[in-house]
């Protein structure tokens, strides 16, 4: 929740080869309070069976830059373990991106949601409502 102070985050991710959320992805969270400022770790969590994060930390006070990191590879293992246990004979290549960071500049008293649109030779990000 975002404060006067404070901005605020959520994201959600669709597989969009699927046209499913991304259930599983590892999400961290950091944040900086000025762009030549280090970035800060705050913490994350994994997207839900709605590809849905929903346990990310509150920014700090302060914080100018937001940064998404979704490890996703680990997804796209699984997706591709599964399918060939349905299916031996598809031998997809996997992942083409490992990991997406998405980083973008907040104010404070706004709420951010940042979805990705992923598949697994791209992907799309945009502020959503």
Known sequence: MSTSTTASVSTHILDTSLGRPAEGV???LSARPDRAADWRELGGGATDADGRCKDLPVLPE????VRLDFAVEPYFEKK????QQDAP???DSGAFFPEVAITFAVKPGEHYHVPLLL???GYSVYRGS
């Open 89 to 91: 004979a598809n031998r």
């Open 119 to 121: 598949n697994p030779f």
């Open 62 to 65: 302060g914080t100018t830059h």
């Open 26 to 28: 590892a999400v961290r």
């Open 80 to 83: 591709q373990a599964d399918a």
